[in-house]
């Protein structure tokens, strides 16, 4: 028996809402609604069921950025996307890693929900850009003006330089070993000059109102860690080494931007509401 195309489909569908959402919440509610309107739809009159399924996600994604826009308005402090704990072998697919990396997914909040939804679609995906434009309900010359003006904004944000998965692992690794002596030279050395901190607590947990710039300030902050309630332990998330910090009395995520061998960014997320996935690996696929 052929199974339902929508199962068979859902890791990239998940995947799709997510890169576009930056929530794995928000991501499962469009999987739902798309989910109610597939079960309705007469199958039989839809020659490429990938292809629908990812329109129709993609349509409930963009209706559901503009409730979020909305939301993110109020909320306190820095906003990150949704850590989420993903097998080793994401990091296989570089470009897949990539894309669902904490970095850039910060970097696609800075797009429209339009550009955001044909730089998914078409740069990740690599969807001819006859069924983006169906998807965002624009003209093929139009999208592929949106797709340019996408990359090039990305581009303008991106790392300059990737690292490999054995050196951001180490890299990982020896900032760990600092924040548990809590010496501030240790983490001066593996950090750049003009490292910036973004911690998102979402007002629940304590966490900096806004970026903190600069590594004697970044330092300073991460010495004065209690360290004594807190244990580290190395997982992938978002398909890429990282860390999961837990304490008596909050829990937290950070993630690491490195170039040329030390940390440009550092992304900390003790939002409790957002980390919820971090016990069973998230399936992601293109």
């Not at 995947?15 to 999987?31: F, I, K, P, R």
């Not at 739902?32 to 409930?60: H, K």
């Not at 003006?149 to 330089?161: E, L, M, T, Y």
Request: with cysteine; proline share 5%; hydrophobic share 45%.
């Amino acid at each position: 028996m052929t199974a339902d195309p929508f199962v068979a489909h859902r890791s990239l569908l998940f995947t799709v809402a997510y890169e576009m959402l930056g929530s794995a919440a928000d991501a499962e509610d469009v999987l739902q609604e798309t989910w109610l309107r597939w079960a309705g739809v007469d199958r039989s009159r839809i020659g490429a069921p990938r292809a629908y399924l990812v329109r129709a996600v993609t349509r409930q994604a963009l209706n559901r950025m503009r409730t979020l826009a909305r939301r993110r308005e109020d909320y306190v402090g820095e906003w990150l996307p949704e850590p989420l704990l993903t097998h080793p072998d994401v990091a296989d697919d570089v470009e897949l890693a990539e894309s669902v990396s904490i970095a850039m997914l910060t970097v696609l909040e800075t797009l429209t929900p339009v550009e955001r939804a044909v730089f998914v679609l078409r740069e990740v995906f690599d969807m001819p850009y006859g069924e983006v434009a169906e998807a965002v309900g624009r003209t093929p010359a139009a999208v592929r003006q949106v797709a340019r003006r996408a990359r090039d904004h990305v581009a303008a944000r991106q790392p300059r330089v990737k690292v490999s998965r054995s050196e951001h692992k180490a890299v990982v690794d020896r900032f760990v070993t600092a924040l548990h002596t809590g010496r501030i030279q240790d983490l001066l050395e593996i950090m750049a000059p003009d490292v910036v901190l973004v911690a998102d607590g979402g007002g629940i947990t304590a966490a900096a109102p806004a970026p903190v710039h600069g590594a004697e300030l970044v330092a300073a902050m991460l010495a004065g860690t209690d360290r004594a309630t807190f244990e580290t332990t190395t997982v992938c998330l978002n398909g890429a080494s990282a860390i999961r910090i837990g304490s008596d009395t909050v829990g937290a995520t950070v993630s690491l931007v490195i170039e040329d061998g030390r940390i440009t960014r550092i992304y900390a997320t003790s939002n409790p509401q957002k980390l919820t996935r971090l016990d069973t690996p998230t399936d992601l696929t293109r």
